[in-house]
């Protein structure tokens, strides 16, 4: 995928505080997983809206169950980021 530098203005202490988490090296993919990640969740909430404005209101067993789905989203996108960090890791030693 080709890139595009851009300027972005952070808080400076949440930045510094990623930036020692993840290194100067990783910040960028860092940031951009991130964003990737809102962009995941803004299209998950058009969809609800759009399938209840369609279908109504989702009972409360339909909450449970999407809960539960969001969850071992969560787990899962943790296990991954996880990994991510042990392959760098292991790169680097």
Known sequence: MATKKYTVTL???L???I??????GAFSAYVTRAIERQREHDRLG???AWMQEKD???TEEEQAAAAAELRDM????EE?????R????????
Not at 74 to 77: D, G, M, V
Not at 86 to 92: F, K, N, P, R, V
């Open 80 to 84: 991954r980021e996880a990994d991510g």
């Open 86 to 93: 042990g392959d760098q890791a292991a790169a680097a030693g």
């Open 11 to 13: 808080p400076e202490e």
């Open 74 to 77: 969560e787990r899962w996108f």
């Open 46 to 48: 058009e969809l609800v």
């Open 19 to 24: 930036r020692r988490e993840v290194g100067p």
């Open 15 to 17: 930045a510094e505080e």
């Open 56 to 58: 109504g209101p989702l």
